[in-house]
């Protein structure tokens, strides 16, 4: 059974920093690409990062790109989210979700429940 | 970059069929089979239910059905039931810097 805790949201002040975490499990963690995907309130589903399984390859959304570090520690079954000048539209669930296979990149078959993180002074 | 377009909201009695939409452009859901489709009760994780169009991950509903046209995909759910009450995303690989795009959400209702 695949399973992805998301940890670490919370109210942080704009300029902050936050580092989220997934936990993975029930799977082989170091064979899958990971995402983080964010759901801003009352809006829809935004792409922020990808993580190639052996965490040598890495891209970002360019809302985010210079503020935000996507890494994976394989030893931990652990995906991370470094989020650092935060601003208020950072606002958002943030979910972690997995690749369907080494060929699907584009397709998220599972996904955590979410943590949220809030930017307000 | 872009959100694909959905319709806000869509709604049907029980056992009658809808069809959601998903226009993007050549860039994203026309030049790419990569198109995904997405269900979200809200509080709980998204669901993958079609996946490079037309295809089903085991365990969903034969119910569920996509499809693309130019443009422009669709989902289409059959027989709706009341748990398919839900907000619905597509979602596209895109030759764009943004990489991956998601829809603008539809939220389906069965009266």
């Known amino acids: 059974q695949v399973h992805l805790v998301e940890s670490g949201g919370g109210v942080v002040q704009p300029g902050g920093s936050l580092r989220l975490s997934c936990a993975a499990a029930?799977?082989?963690?170091?064979?899958?690409?990971m995402h983080w995907v964010r759901q801003a309130p009352v809006k829809g589903l935004n792409w922020v990062a990808i993580i190639s399984s052996d965490g040598g390859n890495k891209y970002y959304a360019d809302s985010v790109r210079g503020r935000f570090t996507i890494s994976r520690d394989n030893s931990k079954s652990t995906l991370y989210l470094q989020m650092d000048s935060l601003r208020a539209e950072d606002t958002a669930v943030y979910y972690c979700?997995?690749?369907?296979?080494?060929?699907?990149?584009?397709?998220?078959?599972?996904w955590g429940q979410g943590t949220l993180v809030t930017v307000s002074s | 970059q872009s959100a694909l377009t959905q319709p806000a909201s869509v709604s049907g009695s029980p056992g009658q069929s809808i069809t959601i939409s998903c226009t993007g452009t050549?860039?994203?859901?026309?030049?790419?089979?990569?198109v995904s489709w997405y269900q979200h009760h809200p509080g709980k994780a998204p669901k993958l239910i079609i996946y490079?169009?037309?295809n089903r991950p085991s365990g969903v509903s034969n119910r569920f059905s996509g499809s693309k046209s130019g443009n422009t995909a669709s989902l289409s759910i059959s027989g709706l039931q009341a748990e398919d009450e839900a907000d619905y995303y597509c979602?596209?690989?895109?030759?764009?810097?943004?990489?991956?795009?998601f829809g603008t959400g539809s939220k389906v209702t069965v009266l």
């Open positions: 979602s596209s690989y895109t030759s764009s810097s943004a990489h991956y795009v």
């Open positions: 979700a997995r690749v369907l296979s080494d060929s699907s990149w584009h397709t998220f078959d599972y």
């Open positions: 490079d169009v037309n």
């Open positions: 050549s860039s994203d859901v026309g030049g790419y089979y990569y």
């Open positions: 029930g799977f082989s963690f170091s064979s899958y690409t």
